[in-house]
């Protein structure tokens, strides 16, 4: 009896004054070994046996084994109703507590973790048991919102599109198109993945029915599967497929660019009824009324001058508008304008009905310049000839299609060349700034005045950032004449905004090296038709480079210029086809040019033209 109490006292003092010892020491032993595991000790701890009972301590309550469920492993499957939103909460949390696990399987490749673990997860699931539904939906969506921001918005969409192709396959092979039962059900499957597919882009703009189609059609093409197993036919039409969708898609690129083109030379309605409106009332005043004020400061070289070619009234009455609301002294400012003879009458009356302050204009007609005609310009002679109108208008030819860019009829326009007879034009001033009628001012210009160009005639703004930018893209290096003056590398400019030095211009005699290779560009050889390619030669090694920010380029063909760039500028340009007096503008650039437009002007109300 003495035996067995002593037995008993021995075990509760092992067990209340040294064990607590034995594991404290144990612990400030195991707390500077690195090599000791944490879940070593706890092992440790929970196998210590008394009076040879073996019944585990735990501080957290041990689940029995069925009360956890095995998680699910696969997010998506193939062949299972989850692949759409079907899923159940239990599945939902499981799958991402099993994505978790494997993220951390590295850690955990000993059993005691494994245990911990599923010990864990067990708990969370019986927390989820216990929650209320809205508790549970919460903690579903914060648990997923990861996973949902990284999954691709339209894996449905691809999948659904992916399985139409290959119905298409199947219905066109040998051994399907025998089975005709098969055949009607390919088609009927076809049409309805057609309709459920729709415009959709997204997994979410699939209507419901969409989940039930996807199963119909991969029950249908199991079944082809079964009846057609040989891949080298399947290979063969897929090849055969992609080939005429190739083809298909040269003819519609074809069709889009000469459309495009066919867009570009189209005058919108508004436009074509407002000169028609401007010139019957311009010849309603009598000829007192029909004149500008301050002509005598059209020709004072001390003053900003302005040169503006256009015949399109509205893209003029914007570049005017923009520039002169940038300007701190209006009355020093002079713009000249000349235009044709069919919107002469139209262009001065809107000027003179929208003055813009106090800024002097001039508007003249193109046909009083009678120096220029065809015996003193080469350009003027090839522009009448009838191989280059051929060349312009021979749409319905079957090789029309390539450089159809530079078959736009405006270079048949005089107006478009008048840039090089800028000194001839304006014989007593001494710099000029140049501007086209598609670009808005956005800043005040007048530091370009004082520009030191360094003896050179052009000062102009760069554009060899892209490749296509560069000389070889505008002229032709396989002629010996371009090849040995010229570098196919170097750097193109723009025009659009180009201050000129007109004293250099005629001390240079740039109009005279024009001509010059005009006359040897007779047969086009040397270049296409347009005004860039002769001013590149023109003015080689005689163009002193601007700063970029002066004039930002492409908001006529490029949607994603840069929009600090644009912000920045002091010239925005509109060059290209996508012009914003036209419906197929660029929107998000159509305002910087719209905000300089008199929507409230009576002409244009009357010719129907809005925002």
Request: hydrophobic share 35%.
């Amino acid at each position: 009896m003495k035996m067995k109490v002593r037995h008993i006292v021995l075990n509760l003092l092992w067990v209340s004054v040294f064990s607590p010892i034995f594991i404290y020491t144990y612990m400030v032993g195991t707390f500077f070994d690195p090599s000791f595991s944490r879940l070593d000790f706890l092992d440790d701890v929970a196998a210590f046996t008394l009076s040879g009972d073996t019944s585990h301590l735990h501080v957290v309550p041990l689940e029995t084994s069925t009360a956890l469920k095995k998680p699910v492993g696969v997010v998506y499957s193939d062949h299972s109703a989850n692949s759409f939103p079907n899923e159940t909460t239990e599945h939902k949390s499981t799958r991402v507590l099993s994505a978790a696990s494997e993220e951390r399987q590295p850690l955990l490749n000993n059993p005691i973790t494994q245990a911990n673990e599923s010990q864990l997860l067990a708990i969370s699931l019986e927390e989820q048991h216990t929650l209320p539904p809205g508790k549970i939906e919460q903690k579903e969506h914060s648990v997923n919102k990861s996973d949902e921001m990284t999954e691709a918005a339209d894996v449905q969409v691809c999948r659904l599109k992916d399985l139409l192709i290959r119905a298409k396959v199947y219905i066109s092979l040998p051994a399907i198109k025998s089975n005709s039962r098969l055949t009607r059900e390919l088609r009927l499957r076809i049409k309805e993945l057609s309709r459920a597919i729709g415009d959709a882009a997204k997994d979410t703009d699939l209507p419901k029915s969409a989940f039930e189609k996807l199963k119909a059609m991969e029950q249908s093409l199991e079944k082809g599967k079964q009846i057609q197993d040989n891949c080298g036919a399947s290979i063969k039409r897929l090849r055969a497929m992609l080939h005429s969708t190739e083809d298909q898609l040269r003819v519609h690129k074809k069709k889009t660019t000469f459309l495009a083109q066919l867009t570009a030379k189209t005058l919108p309605k508004g436009l074509h009824c407002l000169p028609l409106r401007l010139t019957t009332e311009y010849y309603t005043l009598n000829s007192s009324q029909q004149n500008f004020l301050d002509e005598d400061k059209l020709e004072d070289p001390r003053l900003y001058h302005y040169a503006l070619f256009s015949d399109n009234i509205l893209a003029a009455a914007v570049v005017v508008n923009s520039t002169i609301s940038h300007v701190k002294h209006p009355s020093k400012h002079v713009f000249h304008i000349v235009t044709d003879r069919l919107n002469y009458a139209a262009m001065r009356m809107w000027f003179l009905r929208n003055s813009p302050g106090k800024v002097t204009i001039q508007v003249q007609n193109i046909e009083e310049f009678t120096w220029l005609n065809s015996s003193y310009s080469p350009v003027l002679k090839q522009l009448g000839s009838p191989s280059i109108r051929d060349y312009y208008f021979r749409a319905h030819r079957s090789n029309s299609v390539s450089n159809l860019k530079y078959r736009n009829p405006k270079y048949l326009s005089i107006l478009n060349h008048l840039r090089f007879y800028l000194p001839e034009i304006f014989p007593k001033l001494n710099k000029l700034l140049f501007l086209d009628d598609d670009v808005v001012v956005q800043k005040d210009l007048s530091d370009l005045w004082s520009l030191d160009l360094k003896g050179n005639v052009n000062g102009a703004v760069e554009t060899c950032g892209e490749s296509f930018h560069r000389f070889d893209r505008y002229l032709n290096f396989s002629h010996p004449l371009i090849s040995k003056n010229f570098d196919p590398h170097a750097c193109g400019w723009a025009y659009g905004m180009n201050i000129f030095d007109l004293a250099e211009w005629r001390q240079q005699n740039i109009t005279e090296v024009y001509h010059g290779w005009q006359k040897l560009n007779h047969d086009r050889q040397l270049w296409k038709l347009g005004t860039l390619p002769p001013g590149l030669i023109t003015f080689w090694k005689r163009v002193h480079p601007l700063n970029r920010s002066w004039h930002v380029l492409g908001l006529g063909y490029n949607p994603n210029v840069n929009q600090r760039e644009i912000e920045r500028a002091a010239v925005i340009h509109y060059n290209g086809n996508l012009k914003p007096w036209l419906e197929i503008g660029i929107p998000k650039y159509r305002n910087y040019w719209a905000k300089y437009v008199d929507y409230d002007s009576v002409y244009l109300r009357d010719c129907n033209i809005n925002p």
